[in-house]
């Protein structure tokens, strides 16, 4: 969420326990904002980016279905519309900051929160924003980018059965801080979002309103989002995205066994390794060097994970641009693999204030921030800006009465049939509906 404080004082109080970096951090973790000293009247304005992704989760046992081969629809976009390669400039960004670590982020979500923050800023400060998502200012570029958010929104709010996903906005504000009424009007039309008035003179009271919508929008699975209000706070902003999907063919649990995988050629970690018989989407990348295979999930989303050849990861990583993945994902037909996969959990949690400026989004992080189509007061910035993603993967259901049906069993291993085992750091990303990347990631110790 963003927090907006409001303070009188020039004492820096910060919490000495905020990590600074690109250390994971526990989901729903919060952070202390910086508080801002600029004049008698200080505003410090902090956005937690609430990122949560539950799934893949697997069904192990379900009703044996009809195959729908479907072919993937050519066109991929990183949602909002223009952001293009920013995806993969702020991956090999946050590689280069955890050369040897997990990584995991929303691509959709930290763009669609940048292209809110653009509605409340200005000169400079909006054009940074703009830029980096790849939007050039002016001839309708801007419209275009917040009415494809708000197209993808309600899309994303049409119910589906067998795959949850949903991403929203909410706002919570002092009753007493002017918010420009053109920022509260585009947050609640374009961006859909929640908004609460909020009273932060009662710290405990604002808290347990505020961590109560994240606990019910992430199902539960994000609590604390926001650890202490001191009273000082006038806004918090919260982005939230939750997704939860099975596999369209789930993986047995008997053939799940302990396998090594090779974290680096001269370190090795035992894994619970999935094994799976089936026709995948396959594609061998001679130029990248990598081999890419597509999981869809039931319903409209597909999981791709990419293994580069042995000792090919920079390689690959240097050469990820929006090309490249449409390339990947015009992946025409299937072929029958002997797939192997390792059960993991990771999670990724980033200070995004530190990371963005390298992409030359700075100002709205400094003194000079111009953010006055939030709130006429001129002493506003975003001082913290926390994303955090996590995603599970794994052959069982996500719960008890999943576990009914009938086993599906598997033919035995046809002539051909090509074995592509993920013992080694790969990449992943799940695409909704072949369009928008949700999330992104690099598994490197399961």
């Known amino acids: 969420g963003a927090l907006v404080h409001h303070s009188h004082t020039t004492s820096s109080h910060l919490d000495s326990t905020s990590a600074s970096g690109l250390a994971p951090r526990r989901p729903g973790s919060s952070q202390v904002c910086m508080l801002v000293n600029q004049g008698l009247a200080t505003m410090r304005l902090c956005l937690f980016l609430c990122l949560m992704l539950l799934g893949p989760r ?28 920013f995806v993969f400039d702020l991956y090999r960004t946050l590689a280069a900051a955890t050369p040897d670590g997990n990584i995991f982020f929303s691509p959709l979500s930290i763009s669609v929160s940048l292209a809110m923050l653009s509605l409340g800023a200005r000169s400079n400060t909006k054009a940074q924003i703009l830029e980096g998502l790849g939007i050039c200012p002016g001839e309708g ?47 609640r039309t374009l961006y859909l979002a929640d908004t609460f008035p909020t009273d932060f003179e009662d710290p405990e009271g604002a808290k347990k309103k505020i961590n109560d919508y994240v606990a019910k929008q992430t199902k539960g699975k994000i609590v604390d989002l926001i650890k202490s209000l001191d009273g000082t706070q006038v806004m918090v902003m919260v982005n939230y995205i939750f997704f939860k999907a099975k596999w369209e063919t789930s993986f047995n649990l008997k053939s799940t066994h302990e396998q090594d995988f090779y974290v680096t050629p001269e370190t090795v970690v ?7 018989q089936d026709q995948f989407y396959y ?65 990724g949690s980033y200070q995004l204030e530190e990371v963005l400026p390298k992409l030359g989004i700075r100002d709205i992080f400094t003194s000079d921030a111009d953010l006055t189509g939030i709130s006429n007061h001129s002493s506003i910035r975003v001082s913290e ?32 049939s090509h074995r592509v085992v993920f013992n080694r750091p790969f990449l992943m990303l799940i695409v909704e509906n072949s369009k928008h990347i949700l999330f992104f990631g690099k598994v490197t110790r399961p």
């Open 283 to 347: 594609f061998l990348d001679r130029n990248l060097s990598c081999k890419v295979v597509g999981v869809p999930y039931q319903g409209n989303a597909t999981a791709f994970f990419i293994l580069p050849h042995e000792g090919e990861m920079e390689q690959v990583e240097n050469g990820l641009k929006e090309k490249t993945l449409k390339k990947w994902l015009r992946m025409p037909m299937k072929r029958r693999l002997e797939l192997y996969l390792p059960k993991f959990s990771i999670e």
């Open 270 to 276: 035992r894994v619970p390794m999935m094994k799976q």
């Open 58 to 85: 697997m069904a192990t046992l379900r009703r044996p279905q009809k195959k729908k081969i479907q072919e993937l629809p050519p066109a991929v976009t990183t949602a909002p519309p223009g952001s293009g390669d």
């Open 141 to 187: 570029s801007e419209e275009e980018l917040h009415g494809a958010s708000q197209r993808l929104l309600r899309e994303l709010q049409q119910p589906q059965d067998s795959l949850q996903l949903s991403l929203g906005n909410a706002l919570f504000t002092k009753p007493t801080l002017h918010i420009q009424e053109a920022f509260l009007g585009a947050l």
């Open 385 to 416: 800006m926390v994303h955090k993603a996590m995603v599970e993967v794994d052959e069982s259901g996500t719960q008890a009465a999943a576990a009914t049906g009938t086993v599906i069993t598997f033919k035995s291993a046809r002539l051909g």
